[in-house]
Structures are given as structure tokens and as C-alpha cells.
């Protein structure tokens, strides 16, 4: 199975739609398609695709799930899910995996259910597709279930353990030292971190602002620009990941957002910065 998606419930009774609806359209997300049922949409921004639920029984809002890709025979795995029209499996935690059965692409399948999708790929600023999610903890029983379900191990690294889908493009990283049964945030890459970070600035967006010496990096033409535009900045100028973070992009959810260059794998000690508790400030000028 492969990533096709992110679920995000939220309860209309403690959180309105407004809000949320205020939320994805700061981000840069579009609402493309609505389930007939009017209880699930999807947003689009990128390949990044979000569906939004409000009928799930949650008491905060945050992802409540992952949509993954499968062939015809993933039709009798797990439950159905009659709003989605998906297969559902729960980990031990009741993270929900969403399947679709789908032939060929995702896209074949959402115009079946929810018609067709028009997804506009945007070059440059704005959020290009999702490349991981952080789950606030990690149990053995936790471990076997995602590789039990087709995930691999990409790395087992003192502060997560990753594992990849089977494309190798999109990872759940589980903190080890985490406690929490919640998805804390999630990766996205662009072509261009400045301008996403400019574009998201002017939506007020609040993210963090990181302190940087310019006397020690070594990133070229890039420098002036991850010191204006306050990123954190790992490798140097021919291979590099320069980020930033938004701390309550989404209610209780955590955006990374990265623009990278012949630098797959996220640096443990710059994801430690960004999860860290601390005061989000909104950048006014740049």
C-alpha cells in the first residue's frame, strides 16, 4: 500500500466549521470535492490532500488517520467506512488507516465517490505534497502492527523510529521518548520555503522564529535568506534541508515544512527543535 492522504476530524460541537474552513484556506488549501453525505470533504493544495471530517466521535480535533492506496483484494480488509466509502483498520491506539480500493490512481477513485478532483500543481511557494507524520509515541505493539501492515523500517534513530511506505516517499516517524497516542504534526515539502514562508506570514499563520549566525553557515546565495527569514537550515549549499515550523497550523497539529536538496532523511536534532515546547511567534515583516 501507498500514501495517498491525511485524515483530520474535528467535532462541530466544540470546534466550527468556520474556524477549521479558516484554518486550510490560511494554509493554502482549497476544498475541491464534498462526500454526498456532507460529513467529509476533501482539500487540496499540491499532492498534499486532506479529508476533513466532522462526524467522528472525537473530543479534540487533530489527524485521525492516514489514507493509504491497495489493490482489489484490500476490499475485504478491515471494516467499512460508509461516509468514505473506505476500508478502515485500526492500530492499537485506534489510529485509523483508510484504504482505497482503487485500480489505477487515487484520483480514478475519488471521482467515483466524490466526483472529479481538479488538483492544481503549483510550482514554487506553497506546500507540494505530505512526506511525514510525527506520532507522539512508540510501543512495541505499536511497531509490529505497521510492519505487520506493510511499512518497513527506514531508521532506527535514537529519538524515532521511521518507517516508510512502500514507495519510500512518505514515513511515520514514532517518537521513542514520547507518551502521547496523538499525531503531533505534519512534514511537507516546497520548492520554495521563503516564499511559503512569506505567503503563510501574510494568512497569520504563527511559526517559529530560529536564531541564526550567519558566520556559520555555510549555504552560499541562501544565507541572507534563512537569517531574514528567521528558517533553521541543515547542511550547507549543495546539499541541504531548510525548514520552518508552524506550531498550531491546524488545531492540536504541528506543520514542517521543508524545501530540500539531495537530503532525504530529516535531521533528528533540527526535528528536536521544532517539537519542542516553546512560544510561537508571527513573523510581520520580512
Known amino acids: 500500500m501507498k500514501f495517498a492522504f491525511l485524515e ?12 477549521m474552513v479558516k484554518y486550510l484556506t490560511n494554509l493554502g488549501f482549497q476544498c475541491r470535492r464534498s462526500h454526498f453525505t456532507g460529513r467529509a470533504s476533501i482539500w487540496v493544495q499540491g499532492y498534499c490532500v486532506l479529508l476533513l471530517r466532522n462526524d467522528l466521535p472525537v473530543e479534540k480535533p487533530g489527524i485521525t488517520g492516514i489514507g493509504m492506496l491497495a489493490g482489489t483484494a484490500a476490499d475485504q480488509v478491515g471494516t467499512e467506512d460508509f461516509m468514505t466509502n473506505m476500508r478502515i483498520v485500526l492500530d492499537p491506539n ?3 488507516t483508510l484504504i482505497c480500493v482503487a485500480d489505477d490512481t487515487f484520483t480514478e477513485f475519488m471521482s ?9 500543481i503549483s510550482p514554487g511557494a506553497g506546500l507540494m505534497k505530505f ?12 511497531e509490529q502492527f505497521y510492519l505487520d501492515n506493510g511499512w518497513a523500517e527506514k531508521k532506527h534513530g535514537s529519538q524515532y523510529l521511521i518507517l ?8 511515520i ?11 503531533t504534526a505534519m512534514i511537507a515539502e516546497t520548492d520554495d520555503v521563503f516564499g511559503t514562508t512569506r505567503i503563510l506570514a501574510a494568512n497569520s499563520v504563527r511559526m517559529r522564529n530560529y536564531k541564526n549566525d550567519p558566520k556559520t553557515l555555510d549555504f552560499g546565495e541562501l544565507t541572507h535568506k534563512i537569517v ?30 521543508r ?25 510581520t515583516e520580512l
Open 173 to 183: 516517524l514514532f517518537d521513542r521518548n514520547g507518551s502521547s497516542n496523538a499525531i
Open 228 to 257: 531574514g527569514y528567521s528558517c533553521i537550515a541543515h547542511g550547507n549549499e549543495n546539499k541541504f534541508s531548510i525548514e520552518k515550523c508552524a506550531d498550531e497550523a491546524l488545531p492540536n497539529t504541528q506543520l514542517i515544512f
Open 94 to 96: 485506534g489510529f485509523r
Open 131 to 142: 512526506t511525514s507524520i510525527i506520532y507522539g509515541g512508540c510501543t512495541p505493539e505499536l
Open 259 to 283: 524545501m530540500r536538496k539531495r537530503m532525504l532523511t530529516l535531521d533528528e536534532n533540527i526535528l528536536s527543535q521544532h517539537v519542542k515546547h516553546q512560544r510561537p511567534e508571527t513573523l
Open 8 to 19: 483530520y476530524a474535528y467535532n462541530p460541537a466544540n470546534t466550527s466549521t468556520d474556524d
Open 112 to 120: 467515483d465517490n466524490y466526483g472529479e478532483i481538479e488538483t492544481i
Open 164 to 171: 516508510s511506505d512502500v514507495t519510500n516517499k512518505f514515513s
